[in-house]
Structures are given as structure tokens and as C-alpha cells.
């Protein structure tokens, strides 16, 4: 089954901004919408962005998100310890009958 | 507000029939596409597949052969079947909900708690 290609692990002091990488192909990434979620262990995913960077009611605009090519990157500005969790950006892929992918997800640390 | 409860079985031995529930709250059954996704222990989110608008469904290439979700309105509910489970079943298994439309494709937006299901 192939995934998304996310970095496994992230890191980042309090206030500084960190930046999580999603590489996918021409049938997902690249023709389709990304979307980013957030799970702290434990819990259910929350989805954090939207249409490649449009953020869901309630979630701080320090979350910001882009796509160019067959990529995509997640953004967080001003990182605060509530913001610890894995990360894991999705794509529909248009591949067979199409369906949804995940990337393997990237754990984010504050340090 | 959509609200997704989730029960089933926990511990399978292999060769068993994985079976779960999921009841809706909150929202009209008919306005939502319903699905699974699970995530084995330490790893991922996989998607299992979902049941669309039309009453379809839609699975994931790699569980398709062995898969089933099919509902029941009457209840608002919905349910997964998982054929001839092994030990790379064991999962965390989630109940989801994204809204439906014939135009624009939402993503997966709401979620059930989650049922860790063993096979051993």
C-alpha cells in the first residue's frame, strides 16, 4: 500500500516555526486537494487544514498549509507545547477507483 | 453536530470475521458519506473505505477483496466487515464521517473514538 512521504519525526522550541513535508505523485498530490490532521496519541485525527491551506473553524492561524507539485508542507508559526502531536497530511488518489491516502505521519516534538 | 459511537469486538483469533458498529448522532444520514479507517499500533492511518451517497461503496485497493461496509438506515447506522483477519489486522479501528455533495469532494472531518481490535 503505497503512503504519502512524511518526515518521521519533527522538533522545535516554543515560538519558533516548524515545517512538515508531504511527497505524493501526479494521481493524488499533484490533482488533487491536500488536507493535514492532527492526533495526540491516544485520541481521534482533527483535521487542521483544508483544501491545501484553508484552516477549519477554530484552528489558530499560527496552522498554515501549501501545495506546489506533487508536494505539500504544513507550517506552524509560534509552536507552543499544546501543538506536540503526529501529523499526517491525506489526498484522494485518482488511481483505480480512486480512494483516500494517508502519509506515514511525522512526529512533531517541543522541546 | 455530528456525533459517531463505535462498538465491536476486541479480540479476534485469526481467521475470524473482524465486525464492527458505528451509530450516527446529531445529523441526517443521508447528508454523509460513512467509513472506516484504522491505524495499527505505533504506525499510520490506513483508510478501509466508505459508503457514498448513492448507497456505493468504495474500498481501499489493498482490502477490497475482503471487505464490507453496508448500513442501516433505519437505525443511522453503518457497519465493517473485515474477512479472515491476521495478526496485520490488529488496528485501532475508526468509525469516520465526510460530508456528501455532487459537486466537491470534503475530506474526513469527523471521527468515532476509535475500538483497538487484537487478533491473536
Known amino acids: 500500500q503505497s503512503v504519502l512521504t512524511q518526515p518521521p519525526s519533527a522538533s522545535g522550541t516554543p515560538g519558533q516555526r516548524v515545517t512538515i513535508s508531504c511527497s505524493g505523485s501526479?494521481?493524488?498530490?499533484?490533482?488533487?486537494?491536500v488536507y493535514w490532521y492532527q492526533q495526540v496519541p491516544g485520541t481521534s485525527p482533527k483535521l487542521v487544514i483544508y483544501?491545501?491551506?484553508q484552516r477549519p473553524s477554530g484552528v489558530p492561524d499560527r496552522f498554515s498549509g501549501a501545495r506546489s507539485g506533487t508536494s505539500a508542507s504544513l507550517a506552524i508559526s509560534g509552536l507552543q507545547s499544546e501543538d506536540e502531536a503526529d501529523y499526517y497530511c491525506?489526498?484522494?488518489?485518482?488511481?483505480?477507483?480512486?480512494?483516500?491516502?494517508f502519509g506515514g505521519g511525522t512526529r512533531l516534538t517541543v522541546l | 453536530q455530528v456525533q459517531l459511537q463505535q462498538w465491536g469486538a476486541g479480540l479476534l483469533k485469526p481467521s475470524e470475521t473482524l465486525s464492527l458498529k458505528c451509530a450516527v448522532y446529531?445529523?441526517?444520514?443521508?447528508?454523509?458519506?460513512w467509513g472506516w479507517v484504522r491505524q495499527p499500533p505505533g504506525k499510520g492511518l490506513e483508510w478501509i473505505g466508505e459508503?457514498?451517497?448513492?448507497?456505493?461503496?468504495n474500498y481501499n485497493p489493498s482490502l477490497k477483496s475482503r471487505v464490507t461496509i453496508s448500513e442501516d438506515t433505519s437505525k443511522n447506522q453503518f457497519s465493517l466487515y473485515l474477512d479472515s483477519v491476521t495478526a496485520a489486522d490488529a488496528a485501532v479501528y475508526f468509525c469516520?464521517?465526510?460530508?456528501?455533495?455532487?459537486?466537491?469532494?470534503?475530506?474526513?472531518?469527523?471521527w468515532g473514538q476509535g475500538t483497538l481490535v487484537a487478533v491473536s
Open positions: 469516520a464521517a465526510r460530508r456528501a455533495s455532487g459537486t466537491k469532494r470534503y475530506p474526513i472531518q469527523h
Open positions: 446529531g445529523v441526517s444520514f443521508s447528508d454523509y458519506f
Open positions: 459508503i457514498t451517497r448513492t448507497r456505493g461503496t
Open positions: 501526479s494521481s493524488n498530490i499533484g490533482s488533487n486537494y
Open positions: 483544501n491545501n491551506g
Open positions: 491525506a489526498a484522494w488518489d485518482d488511481s483505480l477507483n480512486g480512494f483516500w491516502i
